[in-house]
């Protein structure tokens, strides 16, 4: 399987609000950006969103290395917490609703296909991809 590195983004003008998404995805030292957004979304949609739409451009499965700097996908995952939503029937430990059901939903299929790796990062905190990735972001939404 070829090795892929992925690096996403979401923001959000309000919270809901105007939001955006980047992602830059790099393999074998070539770059493609990617981007996208919502007129009325929350963060952690658009968060997620980059994520499941940086996967879905992968042709074939991969090894991924996806860096976020969202602790609500990574704990999620790396933490099993969206597969025990799953099996809750979407509702979280307290029972009450786990939020955006419809894109951890997505996701879990693609991560059927794909062997991800997520690793967290500290936002706004001088990573390069991550920085360039708030940028399109932002870019997207202030450009609606």
Same mark, same amino acid.
Not at 3 to 29: Q, R
Not at 87 to 110: F, G, H, V
């Given at each position: 399987?070829?090795?892929?590195?992925?690096?996403?983004?979401?923001?959000?003008?309000?919270? @809901?609000?105007?939001?955006?998404?980047?992602?830059?995805?790099?393999?074998?030292?070539?770059?493609?950006?990617?981007?996208?957004?919502? @007129?009325?979304?929350?963060?952690? !949609?658009?968060?997620?969103?980059?994520?499941?739409?940086?996967?879905?451009?992968?042709?074939? @499965?991969?090894?991924?290395?996806?860096?976020?700097?969202?602790?609500?996908?990574?704990?999620?995952?790396?933490?099993?917490?969206?597969?025990?939503?799953? !099996?809750?029937?979407? $509702?979280?430990?307290?029972?009450? @609703?786990?939020?955006?059901?419809?894109?951890?939903?997505?996701?879990?299929?693609?991560?059927?296909?794909?062997?991800?790796?997520?690793?967290?990062?500290?936002?706004?905190?001088?990573?390069?991809?991550?920085? !360039?990735?708030? $940028?399109?972001?932002?870019?997207?939404?202030?450009?609606?």
């Amino acid at each position: 399987m070829k090795d892929i590195e992925i690096y996403t983004d979401g923001a959000c003008s309000g919270n @809901p609000g105007k939001g955006g998404w980047g992602a830059v995805l790099i393999y074998k030292g070539k770059e493609k950006e990617i981007c996208g957004g919502n @007129p009325d979304t929350t963060n952690n !949609r658009m968060e997620l969103t980059a994520v499941i739409e940086a996967l879905k451009c992968l042709k074939e @499965p991969c090894n991924v290395k996806l860096t976020t700097d969202s602790k609500y996908v990574c704990d999620a995952v790396n933490k099993g917490w969206v597969y025990s939503w799953q !099996r809750n029937a979407w $509702r979280k430990a307290d029972k009450k @609703p786990a939020l955006n059901a419809d894109l951890w939903q997505e996701l879990i299929e693609l991560l059927k296909i794909h062997n991800v790796e997520f690793v967290w990062v500290k936002g706004h905190n001088g990573h390069p991809y991550n920085e !360039r990735c708030d $940028r399109l972001a932002v870019n997207y939404y202030l450009n609606m």
